[in-house]
Nanobody, 124 residues
Framework: QVQLVESGGGLVQAGGSLRLSCAAS????????MGWFRQAPGKEREFVAS????????YYADSAKGRFTISRDNAKNTGYLQMDSLKPEDTAVYYCAAGTGLKSMYLELDYDYWGQGTQVTVFS
């Protein structure tokens, strides 16, 4: 079992920045790829970004490219999502997820463990 706890969400003006954190416990964090997903009101949950267990490879949704940066510190068992140039359409609940043996890095079904989510609200 892996337990994931997100933090760092909040209310921010458009153009601002937030850094989300995902604290992991339970098993060797570096064995798990990590992803960030988000769900806006009335919409399905969607992929945002992911990173391999060793941190060497990262993947981004088109909406996140150039504005968001995913990273991880395996020594601290923590993953991060740095979000810059935020837009109102980034408003959503953001979830971190972890999994092993992923067939892809962006499909929800490939991830085994999920956090409870953290709310990000961007106002104009």
């Amino acid at each position: 079992q892996v337990q994931l706890v997100e933090s760092g969400g909040g209310l921010v003006q458009a153009g601002g920045s937030l850094r989300l954190s995902c604290a992991a416990s339970g098993r060797t964090f570096s064995n798990y790829a990590m992803g960030w997903f988000r769900q806006a009101p009335g919409k399905e949950r969607e992929f945002v970004a992911s990173v391999t267990g060793n941190g060497r490879m990262t993947y981004y949704a088109d909406s996140a490219k150039g504005r968001f940066t995913i990273s991880r510190d395996n020594a601290k068992n923590t993953g991060y999502l740095q979000m810059d140039s935020l837009k109102p359409e980034d408003t959503a609940v953001y979830y971190c997820a972890a999994g092993t043996g992923l067939k892809s890095m962006y499909l929800e079904l490939d991830y085994d463990y999920w956090g409870q989510g953290t709310q990000v609200t961007v106002f104009s």
